[in-house]
């Protein structure tokens, strides 16, 4: 089977997008798993179908670099945006479906980002006495460090995405450092199992756990190994926000053509 593709990424963390409007592409796992594997693959974080959804602009199908399916992913959402404007869907504003539900995004074309709306955020968990997990479209761990450039991500990651609490369900581990004017985080993701280059759940999951103690408008700017990204929120209480908004780059990188084994039954 040949399929047509294009290579996106968001703050380098970066996805194969498919365009499957018609709903007739069916991946296996494994199918999946070796399109994203590097060196031997296209090679990405995760795999993106676009589709046509009665209702909105598109759906869009996100798979992790494991071949299974993911929840929510901020930069990969953003990136699914700009592949639709890419493919004739050119609106200012934008209405999709993910995962965890409904999905607005408008393009912001002076700065070249997007902005897209996250799902509200009704509770944060204190695990630690300065460690914290909340979802944000998928579930996330925030432990604040410092030297955050030398921080053995991978390594302390894993401890905790397979800690006895989480190994099943797993956890995306977020490690911050709090460098005054903006915050810098780093992040290893579940299903691909290593550190990303960046993590657009992960920065906003961050960017509240760092929030402002009073309530109101917030904006936080965040560093990640990829490039910058931004978060703004409304804080609505001590552990609750509403009009979360990631912002932040999507990129094509390059488009092209696979050819992939069949389903084996």
Request: contains cysteine; aromatic residues 10%.
């Amino acid at each position: 089977m040949k399929l047509s593709f294009a290579k996106y990424h968001g703050a380098a963390n970066d996805f194969i997008m498919i365009d499957d409007r018609p709903g007739k592409i069916n991946l296996s796992y494994e199918q999946v798993k070796q399109l994203c594997k590097r060196y031997t693959g296209i090679g990405a974080d995760g795999l993106i179908l676009l589709r046509e959804k009665a209702g909105v602009d598109f759906e869009m199908i996100y798979y992790n670099a494991d071949g299974k399916p993911g929840s929510m992913c901020g930069n990969g959402g953003r990136c699914a945006v700009k592949f639709a404007q890419q493919l004739g869907i050119r609106k200012d504003n934008y209405t999709f479906l993910a995962m965890d539900g409904l999905h607005y995004a408008t393009m912001n074309e002076d700065k070249g980002w997007i902005h897209l709306k996250m799902q509200d955020v009704q509770a944060v968990k204190n695990i630690l006495p300065t460690s914290y997990v909340l979802n944000t479209g998928s579930p996330h761990y925030v432990k604040p460090v410092t030297d955050i450039r030398n921080y053995p991500v991978i390594e302390e990651g894993r401890k905790i995405r397979y800690s006895a609490e989480f190994a099943q369900e797993g956890i995306n581990v977020n490690f911050v450092e709090n460098l005054g004017n903006k915050i810098f985080v780093r992040t290893y993701e579940r299903g691909v199992e290593d550190e990303t280059q960046s993590c657009g759940t992960g920065v906003t999951a961050s960017a509240l756990v760092y929030a402002h103690n009073e309530n109101g408008f917030n904006h936080i700017d965040i560093q990640t190994l990829g490039g910058k990204l931004a978060v703004e929120f409304m804080k609505t209480g001590p552990a609750t926000f509403t009009d979360i908004w990631l912002c932040g780059p999507a990129i094509e990188a390059f488009r092209g053509e696979v050819v992939i084994a069949p389903v084996e039954k």
